[in-house]
């Protein structure tokens, strides 16, 4: 919006190439007012500032880095991330680590007119935790891997012993 109108008299942003161009033609038009005066043999010039480390130029991903939440790394990303694996993996197993299968129970804790009996044994609720680790058919398939790996049959109770031997 035009400085007439009440704005700042900044042209439309999506003529500028990149931030930094923007960044410049605003500090060239529009901190003009400013009386920044300096030595003739001084040469100005700015600095980008971000927690205390002062920068030559502008980097939108530094800005990027200090302006978002940051939380822990979790001790499981690197079970579940791996270079050259199957995304589609990573991404059922990333589902299955914050438990948001949707199992049967949880669709019927949503609402869904359906039973939340186990769709494999129909015998328990069908949740993550029984649905990969204590159903009967993955006992058999926990069963098969062991032997695969010459490991000693292992038997998991809930999810994080399961990670635990991971």
């Excluded at 204590?134 to 292992?154: A, G, I, M, Y």
Aim: aromatic share 12%; proline share 3%; net charge negative.
């Amino acid at each position: 919006m035009a400085k007439e109108e009440g704005g700042m008299g900044l042209r439309n942003l999506m003529a500028y190439q990149d931030l930094e161009t923007f960044v410049s033609h605003f500090m060239r038009h529009h901190l003009t007012i400013i009386d920044l005066s300096l030595p003739s043999n001084t040469l100005d010039t700015y600095e980008w500032e971000l927690n205390g480390v002062k920068h030559a130029s502008f980097a939108l991903s530094l800005t990027w880095d200090t302006m978002r939440p940051l939380e822990d790394k979790k001790q499981w990303t690197e079970l579940i991330w791996l270079k050259g694996s199957v995304p589609k993996h990573s991404f059922n197993m990333w589902i299955a680590n914050a438990d948001r299968f949707p199992t049967r129970a949880r669709l019927a804790s949503w609402g869904f007119q359906i039973t939340a009996t186990c769709c494999l044994c129909s015998r328990h609720d069908e949740t993550r935790d029984h649905l990969l680790i204590q159903c009967e058919f993955s006992l058999d398939v926990w069963l098969q891997v062991s032997l695969r790996f010459n490991h000693p049959n292992v038997r998991f109770h809930n999810w994080s012993e399961l990670l635990s031997w991971l």
